[in-house]
């Protein structure tokens, strides 16, 4: 019996949350703290074990088509039999972490390596891309490059993805508020702002831009003050536009408080994850054990640069 096994990252959006709508950038990386484990096996019928659902592929949930069609495709592609799949994620879904698009990664892959065929990049991307449409109708590709590349994303709307080396030295920790992320009501809120307030909205928007370009540059020269300075003017920035909640301020001001270089929300808003920026990882570690005790439902930790795999 032949196994085929695949992984993938979780993703963070780092800078450029909202205001990417608009045509600023947006800075995203692959977040190896939270991940996909797919294996793949020879089996009688198509079966699916998953942290959602366990039986028959044709009997999925609806939120699971992705999965349901992306496996079919491969296997009509390919014209291989039947074969049963088991999906270990860390990723919390719904929460801005590139939960969907890391399954399709981690699927294709482990398809290709239960088949013993090579996988290019430009083909990996078309799958998740086809996966990624089924889920969420218009992917921007972000998540797709992120959970399945080793470097961070610069993205702007329009333009081809480009990446660069994460060369910074420290760590970042990301908090789950456990509520869910309302990432549509958030954008329509902000194009409400547009409608409302145009020129206090419109310099909000070039304020997450400009910041998202100097995020880019701390990174680049080790600037782990200027990153963090970037990162906590963002949050407050996001708040002006309506997009922050209660409980990401609690937690952003705590980590802030217990020694962050800076902290802020990540993804949508109204809900989801925050992330926090510290020099050591022990540093992460006293301020996730302060924000798990106010409050926050799951941590993560990552090292960043030279202490990607510390």
């Not at 044709?58 to 088509?65: D, Q, S």
């Not at 329509?188 to 310099?203: E, G, I, M, P, W």
Request: proline share 3%.
């Amino acid at each position: 019996m032949s196994l085929g096994t695949g992984i993938a990252t979780g993703k963070i959006i780092l800078m450029g949350e909202h205001s990417v709508v608009y045509g600023e950038p947006a800075i995203a990386f692959p977040f190896a703290g939270a991940k996909v484990h797919v294996e793949m096996t020879d089996s009688l019928g198509n079966e699916l074990t998953s942290n959602y659902y366990h039986g028959p592929l044709e009997g999925v949930p609806p939120h699971l088509k992705n999965v349901k069609e992306l496996l079919l495709r491969l296997q009509n592609d390919y014209q291989t039999g039947p074969c049963s799949v088991s999906i270990v994620s860390t990723i919390p879904s719904e929460r801005g972490m590139g939960s969907s698009a890391a399954v399709a990664v981690a699927l294709t892959r482990a398809f290709f390596d239960w088949q013993q065929n090579d996988l290019a990049k430009e083909l990996l991307l078309d799958y998740v891309d086809f996966s990624e449409k089924i889920a969420h109708g218009n992917p921007s590709g972000i998540d797709a490059a992120a959970t399945s590349g080793s470097e961070a994303i610069y993205f702007i709307k329009g333009q081809p993805i480009t990446s660069f080396p994460l060369t910074i030295d420290g760590f970042l920790l990301v908090a789950d508020t456990g509520i869910k992320g309302q990432t549509r009501t958030a954008v329509k809120s902000v194009a409400h702002l547009f409608d409302t307030q145009k020129h206090q909205t419109s310099q909000a928007i070039s304020r997450l831009g400009h910041l998202a370009q100097k995020a880019k540059e701390a990174i680049l020269h080790n600037q782990l003050t200027q990153l963090g300075q970037a990162m906590t003017t963002a949050h407050e920035t996001l708040q002006q536009l309506g997009v922050s909640n209660q409980k990401l301020d609690e937690l952003v001001s705590l980590a802030l408080a217990n020694g962050a270089f800076g902290a802020k929300l990540t993804g949508g808003g109204r809900g989801g994850c925050m992330i926090a920026l510290t020099q050591t990882k022990s540093e992460a570690e006293a301020i996730s054990r302060i924000l798990l005790s106010n409050g926050a439902c799951a941590t993560w930790i990552q090292g960043l640069g030279a202490y990607e795999y510390a």
